[in-house]
Each structure stands twice: as structure tokens, then as C-alpha cells.
């Protein structure tokens, strides 16, 4: 009879601490929106999701355990659905429209963004690019510099594609995007690097992992601070930065 006492007076204990911790987990369900440009974010023919940032999404989930749901679109789609209220959670570089409707919660990962011309070409300066026209991706905000300079002719396109076939065919003189994204959009075309110049830095990059102001709950955004951070630090962004980009030219 003592035997059966003891666990019965333990029994209610555990299932309060249990639902103790229930309570405290953040048990929201949350939108995430992916841009759609390769590899971050790639839209299968069969209508799924794969990309480097899509892989990531899934492993923030699976670490902070907040369950979330994912979509690939089009950039400037991306911040609208964020500034609607249709999507909570974004992994972009800033840009003045997105830091007015979320916040940015952790660190992502860092890059360049450079500006590229074809083959023989040379940039020194943003200088050089004024009176040329240079394709970028419609409302990505890669430099504020470059963004105010009235004299650079700007075209805008909707992929990384799009931008260095326009170039390769000389429709436009420069393409301006991350260095990596550039050059793994040069490889999945099946072209050359021979064929563009050499890049011309115009700044530094950060990806960060954006939450919607309208998400006021302290403790999901604590919960995906803490899960993003030891995915980068732990080495999971890099894995797959490494798993997408592996085998690019150094330059």
C-alpha cells in the first residue's frame, strides 16, 4: 500500500510539471515566406518548395518547436504578403519597406553584393555604372548608394536569371546582386564564367530573419532568436550555404 501511494501522489505531480511546460512553449502556428530566387527559395514543377532558406525554415521549426507553414513567391509578393498580415515571418536583406512592418529577431547569415558586367568589362566605382543600365530585381534594396544615384539607369527584372540573360545578350550593361546568387545563377544556366567581368563590391549583405509586428508574443520571438542562433552558430547555416554553393568560382 505505500508502494501505491507513492505513485499516485507522484503521478498529478508529473502531469502538472508536464503541463506546466506545455504552457510555456509558444504553441502559435506561423507563416513563413520564402523569396522565390535560386537557391534560397525555388518553386518545384510539382508545385512543392526546396531552396537553401526552405531547408532552413524547416530545421527553425523543428529547433524552436513552433510549427510553421511555408510558401516560395516572388520577392516584391513576399513583402506584401508580410505587410497584409498574410505571412509572419521572412528571411531577407533590409529594405525601407520591410523594416516599417517587422523586426528583425537573429542574424541569418552575411554576404556581398556586387555588380558585374560582361566579359572585359571593369567597374572601379559605382561611378562607372552611371549612364549605364544595370538590371537588379524588382524592390530589392541591395545599396543605398546605388538606390540614390539618379544617374545609374536601373532595370528593374524578376529573378537573378532574368537580370545576367539580359546581360549575356546585352540588353543591359551591368547586373548588381549577392556575389553567390550571381554566380550560382551563371552555373544553373549551364554558362561559362568566362563569360562576365570581374565583380565590382558595392557593400555588404545581412540576412536576417524577420518577424511580423504583428506578432506581439515575447515568447515566440524569444523561442525563434534562440532556435536561429544556434542553427547559425551551430553550424547548420553554414552546412547548407556550403551544400548550395559548394564548387562556385572564388570570384
Known amino acids: 500500500m505505500m508502494h501505491r501511494r507513492r505513485v499516485l501522489t507522484w503521478l498529478p505531480l508529473a502531469a502538472a510539471a508536464c503541463m506546466g511546460h506545455a504552457a510555456s512553449a509558444p504553441q502559435r502556428r506561423l507563416k513563413a515566406v520564402t523569396i522565390g530566387v535560386a537557391p534560397y527559395g525555388i518553386r518545384t514543377p510539382e508545385g512543392g518548395a526546396s531552396g537553401l532558406l526552405v531547408e532552413l525554415t524547416e530545421a527553425l521549426a523543428a529547433r524552436s518547436g513552433i510549427p510553421i507553414d511555408n510558401v516560395v ?3 516584391p ?3 506584401a504578403m508580410m505587410q497584409s498580415g498574410e505571412a509572419d515571418l521572412l528571411m531577407s536583406i533590409a529594405n525601407s519597406r520591410l523594416v516599417s512592418i517587422a523586426r528583425p ?3 541569418v547569415f552575411e554576404g556581398d553584393v556586387v555588380a558585374v558586367g560582361r566579359a572585359g568589362s571593369h567597374f572601379a566605382s559605382l561611378a562607372d555604372l552611371r549612364g549605364k543600365v544595370v538590371a537588379h530585381i524588382r524592390g530589392v534594396e541591395y545599396n543605398a548608394a546605388f538606390e ?12 537573378i536569371e532574368q537580370s545576367l540573360k539580359m546581360l549575356l545578350e546585352r540588353r543591359v ?3 548588381i546582386g549577392s556575389r ?3 554566380l550560382y545563377a551563371l552555373r544553373a544556366m549551364g554558362r561559362p564564367r568566362a563569360q562576365l567581368g570581374t565583380p565590382m563590391p558595392i557593400g555588404h549583405l545581412y540576412v536576417r530573419l524577420y518577424l511580423s509586428s504583428r506578432v506581439t508574443d515575447d515568447a515566440v520571438a524569444d523561442a525563434l532568436t ?8 551551430g553550424g547548420t547555416v553554414a552546412a547548407l550555404r556550403k551544400k548550395y554553393f ?6
Open 173 to 175: 550593361d551591368a547586373a
Open 226 to 233: 534562440s532556435a536561429m542562433d544556434a542553427l547559425r552558430d
Open 180 to 182: 553567390e546568387s550571381l
Open 77 to 79: 509578393r513576399a513583402m
Open 73 to 75: 513567391v516572388p520577392y
Open 105 to 107: 529577431v537573429a542574424l
Open 246 to 251: 559548394a564548387g562556385l568560382p572564388a570570384r
Open 148 to 159: 540614390a544615384d539618379q544617374q545609374i539607369r536601373k532595370h528593374e527584372t524578376t529573378s
